[in-house]
């Protein structure tokens, strides 16, 4: 597998902006319109961002299925246990005869896949792997083809590039049409033709995932069947326990915890459904008080809301004052005095101090997934803010 930064992605992909002039969007749309008219008729289309290609006569459209890429003639040749999580993706190796590329595979889905299960979003191929195979005949929109055109070819037929780089080795052009969403040529200095191609569109099938939403079980994980409400605070501070609004807590919570203790989801404020080993948005009510933030998803396989976990809770004078205790006695509205014994028996910082405000934050080296931030109001001399972060 070619070695590529995991980028997480909107769950809603990459949409192209709606912004603009009606005549433009009507455009685009003729555009669209007719790069689908010709690939259907297994024509290139004379559109650069129609994301299409040809190579041994074989019309590529991207983003495609895995399994109808494979049917052109690929081989996968990466580790067939390999999975990809919902909003992201990464790059390996493919095989067609003597030529070799780096594919896209990604999953802008719902749930955990096997990575040929998954989407092909581009891919690349240079001039070491094209010399393997130097019959190969890859061609791009409006006549531009590998291992033939030259730069001004290139820029006669699509015009200036988003981004240019140049160095002694090669010219790289990128015409960029969104985010995830580009075209990458190189043009080898020695040669004086393209020696390297990059395509990739990364786009989310949205009315596939509405479906896949709908049928989502609302029904209890494995997860949250299995978390144990505690019934003491204790003095371990690293334990994640926390009286909460009047409960005790073990973050990571479940949002169905806090609903049975006594909170109401604001369901047109929060996320229905959320993604494989993702996380999504809540809002929640008591005492007429909010809650808000964000809750994880630890299934491989989408969820709601509900069945995700709180990994953070936050008392603040100055929104919803829940009362908040930590294992140890911190809690909200101690005084300053009271908070500094505590304070030094952990490892605390100040990591900011003001005319009004001290802030401290407690986090043990190498672990960044347990903290606690606190805030002092000096007029005062008493904590205003607590944050609880346990993921």
């Known amino acids: 597998m070619k070695k590529k930064k995991l980028i997480f992605l909107l769950a809603c992909g990459m949409c192209v902006s ?3 002039t009606v005549a433009l969007a009507e455009e685009a749309a003729t555009e669209a319109t007719a790069a689908e008219v010709q690939a259907a008729e297994g024509e290139l289309s004379d559109d650069l961002y129609s994301f299409q290609l040809k190579l041994d006569g ?152 509405a479906a896949a939403a709908a049928e989502v079980s609302s029904e209890p994980t494995e997860d949250v069947l299995a978390y144990e409400a505690p019934t003491e605070l204790g003095d371990d501070i690293h334990s994640g326990i926390v009286d909460f609004a009047g409960n005790l807590y073990q973050l990571p919570a479940p949002v169905s915890v ?61 929104d919803a004052d829940f009362p908040l205790t930590l294992p140890g006695g911190i809690s909200n509205h101690m005084s300053a005095d009271d908070l500094m014994p505590i304070l030094e028996t952990l490892p605390y910082e100040v990591s900011s101090d003001t005319d009004d405000y001290t802030y401290y934050t407690v986090q043990e080296k190498d672990n960044y997934d347990w903290s606690i931030n606190i805030t002092v109001k000096k007029e005062d001399n008493s904590v205003i803010t607590i944050e609880y972060e346990n993921r």
Request: hydrophobic share 35%; with cysteine.
């Open 18 to 20: 709606a912004f603009g």
């Open 58 to 209: 074989d019309l590529y459209q991207f983003p495609m299925s895995c399994e109808d890429f494979m049917a052109l003639g690929w081989k996968y040749v990466e580790n067939e246990d390999t999975e990809i999580s919902p909003n992201s993706y990464s790059s390996f190796r493919f095989t067609k005869g003597n030529l070799e590329a780096y594919v896209d595979l990604f999953n802008l889905g719902l749930n955990t896949l096997p990575a040929t299960q998954c989407s092909v979003g581009g891919m690349s191929i240079d001039s070491y792997q094209f010399g393997d195979a130097p019959e190969t005949v890859i061609e791009f929109p409006k006549g531009i083809t590998y291992n033939v055109s030259t730069l001004d070819d290139i820029k006669a037929a699509y015009g200036e590039a988003s981004d240019t780089y140049e160095s002694d080795l090669y010219t790289k052009l990128t015409y960029e049409y969104d985010s995830y969403q580009e075209i990458a040529f190189k043009v080898d200095s020695e040669t004086g033709v393209l020696s390297e191609f990059d395509i990739e569109n990364l786009v989310a099938d949205e009315e596939a995932n």
């Open 258 to 318: 806090f609903i049975e203790n006594g909170f109401t989801l604001k369901t047109e404020e929060s996320d229905s459904v959320v993604a494989g080993e993702y996380f999504g948005w809540f809002e929640m009510i008591k005492d007429g008080k909010e809650f808000r933030g964000t809750a994880r998803n630890f299934s491989p396989n989408a969820t709601t809301i509900e069945n995700c976990f709180v990994t953070e809770v936050e008392a603040d004078s100055y």
